[in-house]
């Protein structure tokens, strides 16, 4: 290490999430190496550890006060180094996990790397049948998962569930297991590719086309013969061709999946695609005691509704932040939909009748119906077209807005929006869709 230092001469040293490398930072420390802890997290397991021991402490607490910047992932965190010894100098604030945003640019790319083709190949494939997946399983979860299998088909007959196991080196003893333990059917993923790729596309990693081999002896189609043809005709006939192509693919593998309860997929790289036609997915290594989880942001980038267990290690913390935003968007999508109000006329339907001097107020009235059904109004559209006053029912989602102080949040939301959409109306020279009483308050406001 000291020949290292003393040959580079670096500036600084960067580590993550643990501080634990003795050695290193006495190194670092003695050849004048700026000391920066990123990422910095200490389970409950190992503060003990640390705190238990006076000499451990002490050796950690020699260890911190070499660092010049430490960024803890959680207030937790920041507590938890601190009682080692970490000053708040040296924590001028933490930021949540760096692995967690990495994981997520990281899953967002590969989440566009199943080309839309890829994707609606494998759907004709499944032939709408249920699917689910579960990723990463590790040893004696994938009893778990057949499980769940056998007890979910009782409901849904044609379930299929895709099992991924954390080592690939697994795939043929979970096969056997699946077979002789629970009697389901199972077919590997490379093996469904395998039947119905052409031989052409085996080099490619991303070759899953699901297209049917070609017989080389296979006569030219007359698109090929004829030099005569139009350009047109001859784009027509190829797009016709591949139609046909793809047509009996998916014909083939419908016939391969048929009866299969479990498809095993010993290709890592099309897991992005499987978690694309999916709607559920579990993170595995996180059911038994000793599992410490697995990263779940590409299945959540994915839009899948993800399971964890209850043994998720660190990626506990991910699976809070992720529940937490659901939380926020649910909350901020209930706000936009309560803050836009009824409209008048939406369509154009009442200023079309009057232009063309034939439009009746049953006209009128049947459009502004149609229109608040299709928004979903239908209660106060009734009201509308009626010219009754609307009931206060009508009228509760704005009245919360105007009771509440609007001081952000879902409350302050909607606020902002009603008052949005007044001004709106007004530079518009149209009558305000709020309620008497929310005018009647931002008149007094201002």
């Known amino acids: 290490m000291q020949l290292f230092l003393a040959h580079w001469r670096p500036q600084a040293c960067i580590l993550m999430e643990s501080p634990a490398l003795p050695a290193l930072v006495e190194a670092c420390a003695a ?49 938890r180094f601190r009682i080692l010894g970490a000053t708040l100098t040296q924590m001028p604030g933490w930021c949540s996990d760096l692995k967690y945003a990495a994981a997520l640019g990281t899953s967002v790319w590969h989440l566009w790397r199943p080309r839309p083709h890829r994707i609606s190949a494998v759907k004709r494939a499944l032939a709408g049948r249920p699917l689910w997946v579960a990723a990463y399983t590790a040893p004696g979860e994938e009893d ?26 697994r795939i043929a003893e979970v096969a056997q297991m699946l077979k002789q333990d629970f009697l389901l059917q199972v077919v590997l993923w490379s093996q469904v590719v395998e039947t119905v790729a052409p031989a052409a596309s085996k080099g490619s990693s991303n070759s899953t086309n699901l297209k049917p081999r070609v017989p080389t002896n296979s006569a030219p189609t007359a698109a090929r013969t004829s030099s005569l043809q139009h350009p047109a005709e001859i784009m027509l006939a190829s797009e016709a061709t591949a139609a046909a192509e793809q047509q009996a693919a998916a014909d083939a593998a419908v016939l391969l999946l048929k009866g299969i309860d479990i498809l095993l997929l010993d290709v890592p790289s099309d897991l992005p695609l499987m978690y694309s036609v999916s709607e559920i997915a579990f993170a595995g290594n996180s059911l038994l005691d000793g599992c410490g989880g697995h990263n779940l942001a590409e299945a959540a980038v994915a839009g899948c509704a993800v399971l964890v267990g209850e043994h998720a290690g660190h990626f506990n913390t991910m699976v809070e932040e992720l529940n937490q935003a659901a939380v926020m968007a649910a909350e901020e999508a209930a706000a936009a939909v309560n803050s836009s109000g009824p409209l008048e006329d939406p369509f ?6 009057a232009n063309s001097g034939g439009g009746t107020d049953q006209q009128a009235s049947s459009a502004a119906a149609a229109a608040t059904a299709i928004i979903g109004l239908e209660g ?12 206060p029912r009508d009228g509760s989602h704005w009245r919360g807005a105007i009771e509440q102080q609007p001081s952000g949040g879902t409350v302050g939301t909607a606020a902002v929006g009603i008052q949005a959409q007044q001004q709106q109306q007004q530079q518009l020279g149209r009558p305000s869709t709020a309620p008497a009483a929310y005018q009647a308050a931002s008149v007094s406001d201002r």
């Open 31 to 79: 050849a004048n190496v700026r000391l920066a802890l990123l990422n910095a997290r200490m389970s409950s397991k190992s503060f003990l550890a640390w705190f238990k021991s006076s000499c451990k402490r002490a050796l950690l607490g020699r260890m911190l006060e070499n660092f010049s910047l430490i960024v803890p992932q959680s207030d937790i965190d920041v507590g």
């Open 144 to 169: 778990a998962v057949a499980g769940v299998h056998v007890k979910l088909q009782a409901e849904w007959a044609n379930l299929l569930t895709v099992i991924m196991p954390r080592a690939p080196a």
């Open 348 to 353: 154009g339907y009442n200023h079309a009748a």
């Open 380 to 391: 106060e559209g009734d009201a509308a077209a009626s010219g009754e006053e609307p009931s």
